[in-house]
């Protein structure tokens, strides 16, 4: 008898995990010719998925798959991801989840051709580079014009309140 992966269960757990906190759960999937998924979405052959609980209907995190209905850019679709397609589940808000190493059984291979017909915009890369919250802001980076703004209009706010 094989042993089950440990994989699906880790995935349920965050994801129940995020929706306890009040954190919307992404995941991350490696596309491949098992991966049902919006192929017009797909970039460098990933696509994130936002598998909250009101982004979703009919979500089941299965042992084999995780499989869902979801609307994209208005228009329901049936979404079907094989687990060893899932690269990472994690916190919107904070970064914070798993990432999984793909192993040699569920290396994915590259999107199908009509994946690269689509026109491509360039989006940032994956921001999974940040599991641990920053906050308070980190003191390496430098205060943008807009923080700085919203400092003062809160500091002058907070003034005119303590002489009142």
Sequence with gaps: MTETSTKPYLIRALHEWCTDNGYTPYLSVAVDEHTVVP?????????????????????????????????????????SVPITAVRAIY??????????EP???DVASPPPAHAEAAPQRRRPAHRLRRIAPCWPPCPTR??????????RRLGATTAAAARA
Excluded: C
């Excluded at 943008?144 to 703004?149: C, D």
């Design 39 to 79: 192929r017009e979405h797909v970039r460098d052959g990933m696509i994130t998925l936002n598998v909250g609980t009101l982004a979703t209907h009919k979500l089941q995190l299965g042992n084999d798959y995780v499989e869902f209905q979801a609307r994209f850019g208005g228009v329901s679709r049936q979404i």
């Design 91 to 100: 916190a919107r808000e904070t970064g914070q989840g798993m990432a999984f």
């Design 103 to 105: 192993s040699d059984a």
């Design 142 to 151: 430098a205060p943008t014009p807009r923080t700085t703004t919203i400092r």
